[in-house]
């Protein structure tokens, strides 16, 4: 047995889950309102990044660490997103020199 | 301390997350961004989970947002022309995130008696997030999905080149 570290002591886990919704609702808001595609995918980052934090906080309240080994997986995919993302965001860039995302709506009629 | 600095570092990713989201110059919003990046990680050492503090500067604060100014300056963003959402579309965005937050809110204060009975002192290992320990769970429990994920980057690599490979006929595309 070991001294529980001073957050799990200190801070209850309940903060750390309204931070990581909050960051989320930020994420959400920002995919919402902006209409460039390069800050669709930050603002994307930015909920992965607040799922990921709360996976880790209960990995480490819990002491199990199956959390933080699927917080790894979950960075892993994001690398791999970003880089065909990104990819695909330069071709489009090159067919109609522009990365506003409603342009690219006529997919949907 | 913890406290304080667990507050400090939550109010720090919070700011720079909604100037990610304000902010009408690209690179500003990659630089805010990558704050939070710093602010996570420092959040994650806060939960003694080292790996995944150094992971998540080198991987995110290092790879990824690299790549993303590298486009932006590759694209020649102009701020002028920054395309937002029309204003009664963001009214709408604003009180839809505030509607989830709310959902999520309430739904934590519910379950908050239920969460706050862990720490059960008897069992508890707070050396799980050193290199150690995640790397024995790593490589014995999640050996596959770990090996399927460097078969998953073999597939963004070959996908990433194929989309961004010129095709035959164009010229001078930029």
Same mark, same amino acid.
């Given at each position: 047995m070991q001294d529980l570290p001073e957050v799990v002591r200190l801070i209850p886990i309940t903060h750390y889950l309204l931070f990581a919704s909050a960051l989320f609702c930020i994420g959400m808001l920002g995919v919402l309102i902006r209409r460039n595609a390069l800050i669709l995918f930050m603002c994307i980052e930015l909920m992965l990044n607040s799922v990921n934090l709360l996976l880790t906080s209960f990995a480490t309240y819990r002491s199990d660490a199956a959390g933080q080994v699927f917080v790894f997986f979950i960075m892993a995919v994001a690398a791999a997103e970003v880089a065909v993302g990104l990819a695909i965001i330069v071709m489009i860039y090159r067919n109609i020199k522009t990365t506003n995302v409603n342009l690219l709506s006529r997919l949907k009629w | 301390m913890a406290e304080k600095l667990f507050y400090f570092l939550t109010f720090l990713a919070l700011a720079s997350g909604l100037m990610v989201v304000v902010s009408r110059n690209p690179v500003h919003s990659v630089l805010y961004l990558i704050l939070t990046? $710093?602010?996570?990680? @420092? /959040?994650? *050492?806060? %939960?003694? +989970?080292? $790996?995944? +503090?150094? !992971?998540?500067? *080198? !991987?995110? +604060? @290092?790879? *990824? #947002? !690299? %790549? $993303? %100014?590298?486009? *932006? #300056? $590759?694209?020649? #963003?102009?701020? /002028?022309?920054?395309? #937002?959402a029309p204003i009664w579309a963001q009214l709408a965005a604003v009180v839809s995130a505030g509607l989830v937050l709310m959902v999520l809110v309430a739904a934590t204060k519910a379950s908050s008696p239920a969460l706050e009975a862990v720490a059960d002192t008897d069992s508890f290992d707070s050396q799980i997030g050193l290199v150690q320990t995640l790397g024995q769970t790593l490589f014995s429990q999640y050996l596959i999905p770990f090996e399927l994920t460097s078969i998953l980057f073999l597939v963004a690599i070959v996908g990433a080149v194929y989309l961004g490979r010129r095709e035959p006929g164009e010229r001078n595309s930029f």
């Open positions: - | 990046f $710093f602010s996570l990680s @420092g /959040h994650y *050492i806060l %939960l003694n +989970a080292q $790996f995944l +503090a150094a !992971v998540n500067i *080198i !991987v995110y +604060a @290092g790879a *990824i #947002m !690299v %790549l $993303f %100014l590298f486009v *932006i #300056m $590759f694209l020649n #963003m102009r701020t /002028h022309n920054e395309p #937002m």
